[in-house]
Protein backbone atom coordinates (compact mmCIF):
# COMPACT_ATOMS: atom_id res chain seq x y z
CA UNK A 1 0.00 0.00 0.00
CA UNK A 2 2.97 2.14 0.62
CA UNK A 3 3.67 2.12 -3.30
CA UNK A 4 -0.09 3.29 -4.04
CA UNK A 5 0.57 7.15 -1.92
CA UNK A 6 4.22 6.96 -3.63
CA UNK A 7 2.26 6.53 -6.90
CA UNK A 8 -0.47 8.84 -6.30
CA UNK A 9 2.30 11.69 -5.26
CA UNK A 10 4.76 10.91 -7.60
CA UNK A 11 4.94 12.60 -11.34
CA UNK A 12 3.72 10.50 -13.82
CA UNK A 13 6.37 11.31 -16.64
CA UNK A 14 6.30 8.09 -18.64
CA UNK A 15 2.00 7.59 -18.41
CA UNK A 16 2.39 11.48 -19.58
CA UNK A 17 4.29 10.43 -22.43
CA UNK A 18 2.46 7.60 -23.81
CA UNK A 19 -0.98 8.77 -22.79
CA UNK A 20 -2.09 6.51 -20.72
CA UNK A 21 -4.11 7.10 -17.47
CA UNK A 22 -3.36 6.20 -13.97
CA UNK A 23 -6.19 4.15 -13.22
CA UNK A 24 -5.42 2.69 -10.12
CA UNK A 25 -4.57 6.50 -8.80
CA UNK A 26 -7.88 7.80 -10.42
CA UNK A 27 -10.05 5.57 -8.45
CA UNK A 28 -7.82 6.86 -5.34
CA UNK A 29 -9.18 10.14 -5.65
CA UNK A 30 -12.62 9.25 -6.40
CA UNK A 31 -13.27 7.12 -3.27
CA UNK A 32 -11.47 9.83 -1.35
CA UNK A 33 -14.13 12.15 -2.80
CA UNK A 34 -16.73 10.23 -2.11
CA UNK A 35 -15.67 9.91 1.48
CA UNK A 36 -15.23 13.43 1.74
CA UNK A 37 -18.99 13.77 0.56
CA UNK A 38 -19.98 10.94 3.36
CA UNK A 39 -17.71 12.56 6.28
CA UNK A 40 -19.22 16.23 5.17
CA UNK A 41 -22.51 16.64 7.34
CA UNK A 42 -20.53 15.05 10.57
CA UNK A 43 -21.91 11.63 10.25
CA UNK A 44 -20.54 8.19 8.15
CA UNK A 45 -23.48 6.30 8.17
CA UNK A 46 -23.11 2.48 7.61
CA UNK A 47 -25.37 3.01 4.37
CA UNK A 48 -22.97 5.69 3.09
CA UNK A 49 -19.87 3.15 3.82
CA UNK A 50 -22.14 0.29 2.25
CA UNK A 51 -23.04 2.53 -1.03
CA UNK A 52 -19.10 3.84 -1.34
CA UNK A 53 -18.03 0.06 -0.99
CA UNK A 54 -21.06 -1.30 -3.59
CA UNK A 55 -20.24 2.49 -6.00
CA UNK A 56 -16.57 1.06 -6.08
CA UNK A 57 -17.14 -2.82 -6.77
CA UNK A 58 -19.73 -2.10 -9.29
CA UNK A 59 -18.47 0.81 -11.44
CA UNK A 60 -14.83 -0.04 -11.08
CA UNK A 61 -15.19 -3.94 -11.07
CA UNK A 62 -13.02 -4.53 -8.07
CA UNK A 63 -12.92 -7.15 -5.81
CA UNK A 64 -14.22 -6.78 -2.54
CA UNK A 65 -10.94 -7.01 -0.85
CA UNK A 66 -9.34 -3.98 -2.64
CA UNK A 67 -11.85 -1.89 -2.38
CA UNK A 68 -11.46 -1.94 1.34
CA UNK A 69 -7.93 -1.19 0.55
CA UNK A 70 -8.71 1.21 -1.60
CA UNK A 71 -10.87 3.06 0.87
CA UNK A 72 -8.33 2.54 3.66
CA UNK A 73 -5.77 3.99 1.21
CA UNK A 74 -8.18 7.34 0.23
CA UNK A 75 -9.32 7.56 3.48
CA UNK A 76 -5.58 8.55 4.81
CA UNK A 77 -4.89 10.06 1.59
CA UNK A 78 -8.07 12.39 2.45
CA UNK A 79 -6.81 12.68 5.93
CA UNK A 80 -3.25 14.04 4.65
CA UNK A 81 -4.43 16.58 1.98
CA UNK A 82 -4.93 20.19 2.69
CA UNK A 83 -8.18 20.21 0.29
CA UNK A 84 -9.71 18.61 -2.63
CA UNK A 85 -7.84 19.75 -5.66
CA UNK A 86 -5.49 17.37 -5.96
CA UNK A 87 -8.03 14.52 -6.17
CA UNK A 88 -10.21 16.93 -8.84
CA UNK A 89 -6.83 17.60 -10.24
CA UNK A 90 -5.42 13.85 -11.26
CA UNK A 91 -9.27 12.91 -12.10
CA UNK A 92 -9.55 16.25 -14.24
CA UNK A 93 -6.14 15.04 -15.82
CA UNK A 94 -6.80 11.01 -16.88
CA UNK A 95 -11.15 11.49 -17.34
CA UNK A 96 -13.52 12.78 -19.58
CA UNK A 97 -15.98 15.09 -19.34
CA UNK A 98 -18.77 12.07 -19.40
CA UNK A 99 -16.24 10.25 -16.86
CA UNK A 100 -16.32 13.49 -14.92
CA UNK A 101 -20.18 13.33 -14.99
CA UNK A 102 -20.18 9.73 -13.25
CA UNK A 103 -18.36 10.36 -10.65
CA UNK A 104 -20.34 13.38 -9.71
CA UNK A 105 -23.58 10.58 -9.77
CA UNK A 106 -21.52 8.80 -7.66
CA UNK A 107 -21.44 11.65 -5.11
CA UNK A 108 -25.35 12.01 -5.51
CA UNK A 109 -25.35 7.95 -4.79
CA UNK A 110 -23.64 8.63 -1.68
CA UNK A 111 -25.30 11.81 -0.38
CA UNK A 112 -28.75 10.03 -0.43
CA UNK A 113 -27.80 7.03 1.00
CA UNK A 114 -29.50 8.20 3.98
CA UNK A 115 -32.64 9.42 2.47
CA UNK A 116 -31.79 13.38 1.76
CA UNK A 117 -29.49 16.31 1.01
CA UNK A 118 -27.80 17.82 3.89
CA UNK A 119 -26.22 21.82 3.65
CA UNK A 120 -23.06 20.51 4.01
CA UNK A 121 -23.44 18.08 1.07
CA UNK A 122 -25.02 20.89 -1.20
CA UNK A 123 -22.34 22.76 -0.72
CA UNK A 124 -19.89 20.28 -1.14
CA UNK A 125 -21.01 18.85 -4.25
CA UNK A 126 -21.43 22.04 -6.12
CA UNK A 127 -17.94 22.72 -5.00
CA UNK A 128 -16.35 19.46 -6.47
CA UNK A 129 -18.74 19.97 -9.44
CA UNK A 130 -16.66 23.58 -10.02
CA UNK A 131 -13.66 21.73 -9.72
CA UNK A 132 -14.16 18.96 -11.95
CA UNK A 133 -15.14 21.90 -14.63
CA UNK A 134 -18.80 20.69 -14.29
CA UNK A 135 -21.70 23.10 -15.74
CA UNK A 136 -24.84 23.43 -13.43
CA UNK A 137 -26.90 21.38 -15.81
CA UNK A 138 -24.38 18.72 -15.78
CA UNK A 139 -24.91 18.62 -12.04
CA UNK A 140 -28.71 18.43 -11.66
CA UNK A 141 -29.07 16.28 -14.68
CA UNK A 142 -26.54 13.55 -12.62
CA UNK A 143 -28.97 14.47 -9.56
CA UNK A 144 -31.79 13.74 -11.39
CA UNK A 145 -30.85 10.33 -12.44
CA UNK A 146 -29.89 8.90 -9.61
CA UNK A 147 -32.57 10.71 -7.29
CA UNK A 148 -35.25 8.34 -5.68
CA UNK A 149 -38.27 9.22 -8.12
CA UNK A 150 -40.14 9.74 -4.69
CA UNK A 151 -37.79 12.72 -3.86
CA UNK A 152 -38.42 14.20 -7.08
Not at 39 to 51: A, K, L, T
Amino acid sequence: MLDLVKKFFRKKTDENKTGDKSGHDVRVATCALLLEIASVDGEFSGEEQRRIISIMEQDYSLSGEYVKDLIEESHRERKNSIDLWQFTNLINKNYSKNEKVEIIEMVWKVIYADGHLDKHEDYLVHKLANLLRLTQKELINAKLKVLPKKQR
